[in-house]
């Protein structure tokens, strides 16, 4: 089955930097890659996805990057607030099965005002 | 506003007794999702459900769970008889075809003493 693999489990950053959060995939059939936000004692919501005919996608202060061919793909925040704080999961799917996902261990992202 | 509301937020009971997490979807969803998240780890998939019928299961997905709609419209988590480590926080999640992503439920807390 699919294993992702996600780093750093911590990130700290001071507000206004950027913090990139990077995962890797295992399965060569994955080809859809959920990123979701969760704050404590919340759900997981989903705040960006890529799926595998593209490279990059943008989203204002948030961009995914994929390479099929290395099976990475990383979550870019750029000029963080002190609201971006939260666990950041990645995630990996199959398109036509998109609502069953492998889920990284997480990146508790902590933005220092 | 969620997709799909859980009841009960949080449920608190004793090691061997039966449990019973509720998802219930604001529209006519199609496929259903349960995830569960142990305190401080990753989201694990549990379960799909698609037409009436378990589509997908995962290993943790034992004979001590089971899941149904019995009324067409709720759709629930059973666990026959707990055990300390079944608690964590249990997500239904919804998608509205099998290409576009899950959503989340708010969650239910399952405390087993």
């Known amino acids: 089955g699919e294993n992702v693999e996600q780093h750093p489990s911590t990130l700290s950053v001071q507000e206004g930097d950027s913090a990139v959060i990077k995962c890797t995939y295992s399965d060569s059939a994955s080809n859809y890659f959920p990123w979701y936000k969760q704050e404590l004692g919340k759900r997981p919501q989903l705040i960006i996805d890529i799926r595998s005919n593209v490279g990059e996608k943008k989203d204002q202060r948030i961009a995914v990057t994929l390479n099929k061919t290395a099976k990475h793909f990383s979550l870019h925040i750029t000029e963080t607030q002190p609201e971006d704080s939260a666990v950041y999961f990645c995630a990996a799917s199959i398109m036509t099965n998109a609502g069953k996902s492998t889920f990284g261990d997480g990146t508790t992202l902590t933005v220092k005002p | 506003e969620p997709e799909v509301t859980q009841t009960p937020s949080h449920q608190v009971t004793q090691m061997g007794q039966e449990v019973i997490l509720r998802c219930v979807p604001i529209?006519?969803?199609?496929?259903f999702y349960w995830y569960r998240q142990i305190l401080g780890q990753k989201v694990e998939f549990l379960v799909s459900?698609?037409?009436?019928?378990?589509?997908?299961k995962s290993e943790i997905f034992d004979d001590q769970f089971s899941v149904e709609r019995p009324d067409g419209s709720n759709f629930t988590l059973k666990i026959r008889s707990t055990k300390l480590e079944d608690s964590a926080m249990y997500f239904c999640a919804r998608t509205g075809d099998m290409n576009t992503e899950a959503f989340f439920g708010q969650g239910t807390r399952l405390t087993v003493v």
């Open positions: 459900f698609y037409n009436n019928e378990i589509s997908e």
């Open positions: 529209s006519n969803h199609l496929y």
